[in-house]
């Protein structure tokens, strides 16, 4: 019984270009080290290994590669945050606690291909000379844990991982760390401090870049899965070659998960900026569902603005002239659909059709962002759970006009005004539904309802207000 | 329920529940104390308070739940205080204080589950188990089933979106349910036990 849908034989979609995900849903390949070595797995390292550690963080930054985890920070110039003249140990983690609703890419990276993980890891350790490694995985994959404790053994086995790597003289030790649950674990900082064992709080920046002062107040680097499998493939390729494919500004490929009302839900891997939203959604995803019609899309995990497919952007033409374009004409990549008020973060996609109701679900993503709320800011904390009561108040039909409004300014006043990003990914969803879609939660209130009790106790107390009762 | 004279006892209340015959009692031994200290050796020197989640979760697969008894032990292994045990466990939502049913579902009900019907496998699952669904609000949202056999989570994102509606049954995740597919796992899980 395996934890993933696992499609023995899918044929990629013609228009994919699988580099991370080339083993995923092969046939007869499994997580074991021989699959990985006969597929030409841990060559990268054993060539990187006899190099100087600068010079691969140097292919690393000519490659131009950026993070996957959401922020889409360069990885290669990360590294070089670590200060000069560093005595104190240097950690590295790589962040697996995927928890963005909607983004799924991890999952099966480290179920199916845990080795690729590891080559990148070590080869990321190196470049930064990190001696201690920790893998910071979800709860949630309790059977990723053990393929990746096999994977962690075998390496070991294989001098890959331990003592005197491959006889370069380099010492290397990696370990796994499960979190228990919690969203504001994926933040780097809260993260750190869930490994130091400490209640999971974010970490003010400055000064807590974790680059300078991390875990164990000694520089950390944090990666996302996906970055370092990426790495492994700038080593292979060469960082120039890397450069050359795909967006200017966003290299490589990039992992879409594509959730929703679509007909072929699932995951697929492009060069980045390859394609547009429009071809992803009606071609590699086939389509809106029998009789429907796209209606809103969330581009890049929860926490992003939502785009309404009716809404009119406005585009360049390569001549400089403003061109009229919709959301299913912005490419893929990380910085286009940027341009247009949203982001495309971690690469989930979540398609909604012209059956859903908006407010619902806005309501659904306040329930996760308060549930999820760690509780350190004010205005995040307290301000989560009073846009849940208000959007269950809009779409049980008892609110008025103005606590669309009053929605709105609730998450005006969240966002910014936090220690970490989570600030943001709670008020930007709110901002956008509120704003995109006006019309259709003003048409689940009514006036009178301002001057209706809004819970059995104000009720009680209103028999005291009024002589007819 | 005892009445609770502090804040530490008021944290670690002993919580009833019919799932515990399905678990053993919590006893320190020699055994448990040796393998907390295996995972306070994969941490750096002196940095025994990392160990804290990877020990409970060795409590929690073992026990079911982190009881207060444990609670004191888990802070012995860390060197830590109590208090600090019991903020690490309330913050969480993926640690339990109170015994789940033998076999616990976790159901997700984030966005993209509930684009494909998550919401309403939680009400489905609830009527065929007897279980009042009432009980999953508040801060540790879980149902136990009378018999102590089943337990029923709603739960955030087990990120495995483009597969919808996921549940999770102990350890093992099944994806693309529906309500004929949760019949069959039912049906399969209750003659396991």
């Not at chain 1, 290994?49 to 290669?76: H, M, N, Q, Y």
């Not at chain 1, 308060?370 to 995040?380: K, L, V």
């Not at chain 2, 089943?150 to 996921?166: K, Q, T």
Request: proline residues 7%.
């Amino acid at each position: 019984m395996s934890d993933i849908i696992y499609k023995p034989g899918h044929e990629p979609h013609p228009r994919e270009t699988r580099r991370i995900f080339r083993n995923i849903d092969r046939v007869g390949y499994t997580p074991s080290i021989d699959s990985f070595i006969k597929d030409g797995g841990y060559e990268t390292l054993k060539k990187v290994i006899k190099t100087e550690p600068a010079s691969i963080i140097d292919e690393v930054k000519k490659s131009g590669l950026r993070g996957r985890g959401g922020a889409g920070f360069p990885t290669g110039v990360k590294w070089t945050f670590i200060p000069k003249g560093n005595t104190k140990p240097v950690y590295l983690i790589c962040n697996c606690d995927e928890s963005e609703p909607g983004t799924f890419k991890d999952r099966f990276i480290v179920h199916q291909d845990p080795h690729q993980l590891l080559e990148g890891m070590i080869i990321a350790c190196y470049a930064v000379q990190a001696h201690y490694a920790i893998i910071y995985m979800r709860e949630e994959f309790p059977e990723a844990a053990k393929i990746m404790r096999t994977a962690l053994k075998e390496a070991e086995q294989h001098h890959f991982l331990g003592k005197n790597i491959l006889g370069s003289g380099y010492d290397l030790r990696i370990i796994l760390h499960r979190g228990a649950g919690a969203y504001i674990c994926g933040e780097e900082t809260g993260l750190i401090n869930s490994i130091e064992g400490v209640r999971p709080y974010p970490r003010i920046k400055p000064p807590f870049f974790p680059a300078a002062i991390g875990l164990y107040g000694c520089p950390t680097i944090v990666n996302n899965v996906e970055s370092l499998c990426q790495v492994r493939q700038v080593l292979m390729r060469g960082g120039e070659a890397y450069a050359t494919d795909g967006a200017q500004r966003s290299p490589g490929t990039r992992i879409i998960g594509v959730s929703g009302d679509v007909k072929r839900p699932g995951y697929y891997e492009i060069i980045s900026g390859s394609i547009t939203y429009g071809e992803l959604l009606y071609d590699l995803c086939g389509g809106p569902r029998e009789g429907r019609t796209f209606k809103a899309i969330i581009p890049g995990g929860a926490s992003a603005k939502v785009m309404s497919c009716t809404e009119v952007l406005k585009g360049r033409n390569p001549d400089g002239s403003v061109r009229k374009m919709s959301i299913f004409d912005v490419p893929m990549d990380l910085d286009s659909i940027a341009q247009h008020g949203s982001m495309s973060g971690s690469g989930g996609v979540i398609v909604m059709d012209d059956s859903r109701s908006m407010p619902e679900m806005l309501r659904n993503l306040n329930r996760f962002f308060a549930w999820e709320s760690c509780g350190q800011c004010t205005p995040c904390r307290e301000g989560n759970p009073w846009m849940l009561k208000l959007s269950e108040r809009i779409c049980a039909g008892k609110a008025a006009p103005e606590d669309v409004d009053l929605l709105k300014s609730v998450a005006d006043n969240i966002c910014g005004r936090t220690v970490c990003a989570f600030g943001e990914a709670c008020s930007w969803p709110v901002q956008a539904f509120t704003t995109k879609f006006r019309e259709e939660f003003l048409a689940k209130t009514q006036p009178i309802n301002a001057l209706k009790p809004h819970n059995p106790e104000t009720a009680e107390a209103r028999k005291f207000l009024s002589r007819e009762d | 329920m005892t009445e609770s004279t502090d804040a530490i006892s008021a944290l670690t209340v002993e919580h009833p529940s019919p799932g515990k015959k399905y678990y053993p009692p919590f006893q320190p031994t020699a055994a448990l104390e040796k393998e907390a200290k295996e995972y306070v050796s994969m941490y750096p020197e002196g940095k025994e308070l990392s160990a804290v989640l990877p020990i409970i979760h060795m409590i929690q697969g073992k026990f079911g739940y982190i009881c207060p008894e444990s609670m004191s032990w888990i802070a012995q292994q860390c060197k830590c205080t109590e208090i600090h045990v019991a903020g690490i466990v309330s913050f969480y939502p993926g640690i339990r204080t109170r015994c789940p049913g033998k076999w616990h579902i976790r159901v997700c009900h984030t966005i993209a589950c509930a684009l494909s019907g998550g919401e309403e496998l939680i009400g489905y699952i609830c009527e065929k188990l007897g279980i009042d669904p009432k009980e999953l609000s508040g801060d540790e949202p879980m149902g136990i089933s009378p018999d102590g056999l089943w337990s029923i989570e709603p739960v955030e994102c087990l990120a495995n979106c483009g597969f919808g509606p996921n549940l999770m049954v102990n350890d093992t995740l099944y994806s693309q349910m529906d309500k004929e597919k949760v019949d069959k796992l039912l049906a399969e899980y209750a003659e396991k036990a």
